[in-house]
């Protein structure tokens, strides 16, 4: 164990060196390049405006998940989780947020763990998938009650974990303890056959401290980093979606989270190097996506 | 079962009735009239003016925690949570904290899971306790790991715990799940040897609905019902305590959190029946106390 502390840390301290060396030299790899289209692996929807309008203009159309959706905004669907994290949220506001899911063929819902079995009821047989959080928003738990809650909400038919750091061992430079607690979900959500976001909440930390959570983060096989929770001092920004893809590559994905309201939002996100978009408003940027003064 | 859940349905109708009924002609017993002295059993700091002066020109000196401290700012300090629980805390944060909560003699520090173990061995031997937070701050996590989370905060040193309620639950009429989850902590909380306070987060909830919470909270033997959160849409109000006061009458506690950042904050809850404040202000409430011009 004493050895793969060692380890982990040196990775960490050389990585940290090596990305804000890149950042000082002015970013070679950072946003606005085009390595960001092979990142998304050709999906990229904020760059590629010539392949989207071959879409639009091939006039293809989908049966299923997202019926009547033009392909186009169906390929944007695809990358956003629909959110509804709010405490107060009822079982009809849960409700329709599945429906909507359904009707535009987003990626997933993501809402708090209480509303996972009924969100996997009401989406069961289709492509959405239900994404749950863990640690949430404070990631100031217990690793062992991360795991727990991992699990539950894995059988309650969670396929999607969106966990939080322990924010306050980065703090403290406890970066054993931060690998642990992500190891310990990342390994819960494994097992128990689903995916697992690391939440950085990127707004509380410096960049050093975005890097050395990515770079654990990866460590540990988290499928995406995620910037922040929603609830935090400040949510996705393309600086930080950047950081976080130089940070990880090409194999872990970059879900951009907090305050995405808007389809310029999210194809900013996108251009960055986000993989995923979290958002409540997610139903606003397909009608502004289904909008023809959109599609250039 | 089922005729236990039909018993608290009826329960929480008739008490929600009652009470809704008692504000509606004015607010009889509500606050700043008399009962609530003996509500907080003597110690009403923020009316018994007569009572602190006595203690004040006695001069009397107390030994152990809070030493140093005058007695009128030492029963106050007692009235105390101090709270850390912003995510991003550290170390050294939270080791400040307990060393403050010994100087002054607070009831107890309230932080996070994660900082149970070293509070508890900073505060060892002394009267302040540990108190921590369990499906904080959305309650919207399932109640087993709302169970988990007490236990295991318990067994690293955790004396109180300060749950949320479900209230997504209670906004989609779920009484059966409020209550069931309410339970599933005080449980724990009392198998584990701890006490609980239940966490209602007023500002999202009509007076019915805080009724309704604290009447489930009393019926579960909660030790007290608690205003918010602290991170939600607003904090502590007179108006909530008073209500909360009112429907779980003299047996249970008030705890009064969020936005209580000044002296006189502290003594209006307390007039208005709250007898416990959570605050992050603390030691500035009692530098404010310790004024000579603050004691009458």
């Known amino acids: 164990m004493d050895m793969g502390r060692v380890d982990v840390d040196l990775l960490v301290e050389e990585i940290t060196r090596e990305v804000l060396g890149l950042l000082r030299e002015g970013g070679a790899g950072l946003p606005g390049v085009d390595p960001l289209c092979l990142a998304c692996q050709g999906q990229c929807i904020g760059k590629c405006s010539e392949k989207v309008r071959n879409i639009v203009e091939a006039g293809a159309s989908r049966v299923g998940a ?93 396929e999607e974990i969106d966990m939080v750091i322990n924010i306050g061992a980065l703090k403290s430079r406890d970066y054993a303890l931060v690998q642990d607690d992500i190891e310990a979900v990342v390994m819960a959500s494994e097992e128990e056959g689903a995916i697992c976001k690391v939440i950085v909440e990127a707004a509380l930390l410096t960049d050093e401290e975005k890097i050395k959570a990515c770079t654990l983060a990866k460590a540990a096989g988290a499928q995406y980093v995620k910037t922040s929770t929603g609830f935090g001092p400040g949510g996705a920004t393309t600086h930080d979606v950047a950081l976080m893809r130089q940070v990880v590559g090409r194999e872990v994905g970059v879900k951009a989270a907090g305050g995405v309201r808007t389809l310029e939002d999210a194809k900013s996100m996108i251009a960055a190097g986000a993989t995923r978009i979290g958002a409540s408003a997610s139903v606003k940027i397909m009608q502004e996506a289904a909008s023809p003064f959109n599609h250039s």
């Open 66 to 158: 997202g019926l009547g959706v033009s392909p186009v905004a169906r390929e944007l669907a695809q990358y956003i989780d629909h959110t509804l994290l709010r405490p107060e949220a009822n079982r009809d506001q849960i409700t329709q947020l599945c429906q909507e899911a359904l009707q535009y063929g987003f990626a997933a819902v993501c809402i708090n763990p209480t509303w996972v079995r009924l969100c996997a009821e009401l989406l069961r047989g289709s492509p959405v998938k239900v994404c749950t959080v863990v640690g949430f928003p404070l990631g100031a738990t217990l690793l062992e009650v991360k795991a727990y809650e991992t699990r539950r909400s894995v059988r309650n038919g969670a």
